[in-house]
């Protein structure tokens, strides 16, 4: 069977599991990235993720993650969901997590679709990545053509907007490649100008970790600084604001997938109920959500933070 073939087999049956959009590029090693990325690293933007400097070369190389890779397949998942929490005065929390932890929901699709490849066309040898492994998964977005990198550093479809995950299957299996998507933020600077920590750079491209509010609410372990507290935006897990002000997530269209939904009680929390979370409220509310890796001393403490002066 040939490439063309397999990349339409391949596309089929990802749309069927679920994913939104497919595309393919050619494994190899990712010379200009690794420059920006030793750059960025060596500028502290990760702060305190110091995992980030880790597997440096297989970060950069997908063929030394899966031995004779041909090909990185790419896809989306859609998460966007335009209910918000209905007390105005409660803490925040981001879109993303709202529902079912996606590492495991995609992971599961992804599984099943490099499983069924296997099935259809033969022994490949393949991995799936979900956010949770030493892939830079927004540059072979862009080389797949199923995104641009926006100015917010994130992946952004001009029929979807950014709000969905990236994934990814690196395997030995030759595709037909798709080409890259080109820059359509143009002039627009929206996410730079609403950022509340000023965490993108004042060109945009380029993101401060260190200051953004998802990492000081979700992967910083200790206090957050205290020159943070009038920027935070009422954020304890996550933020959206980037996502939310982008002109192109006017086409955001609500996501499919069940396991997404939230907690029947968790839109309904009031600010008061947040001030007075207890153990076992945050394990019913997240007993498989994203939100379980702040922990609930980790999400008391950003709730305590955002209300320090009440």
Known sequence: MPAHRHSDLIRAEAQRLGFEFVGFAKAEALDEEARKL????????????????????????????????????CLTFNYFNPEKQHDPDAPKISRYAYGEDYHHVVKDRLKALLEYMREQIGDINGRCFVDSAPVLE?????????????????????????????????????LVYDDPMRDHCGTCRKCIDACPTEAISPQGYWLDASRCISYLTIELREAIPSAFAPQMDNWMFGCDVCQDVCPWNRFAK???????????DLLAMRKSDWLELTEEVFGRLFRKSAVKRAKFEGLVRTVRFLNSDT
């Open 138 to 174: 927004r540059e072979w977005a862009r080389r797949a053509g199923i995104g641009w990198n926006g100015r917010h550093t994130l992946t952004i479809h001009p029929k979807r907007g950014s709000f969905f995950f990236l994934a990814e299957i690196i395997c030995d299996l030759p």
């Open 38 to 73: 030793e750059k960025w690293l060596g500028q502290g933007a990760h702060g305190k993720m110091a995992y980030m400097e880790n597997h440096f070369d297989l970060r950069i190389d997908p063929t030394k993650l899966v031995p004779g890779a041909k090909s990185v397949i």
């Open 254 to 264: 609500r996501h499919e997938e069940p396991a997404f939904d939230p907690h029947p």
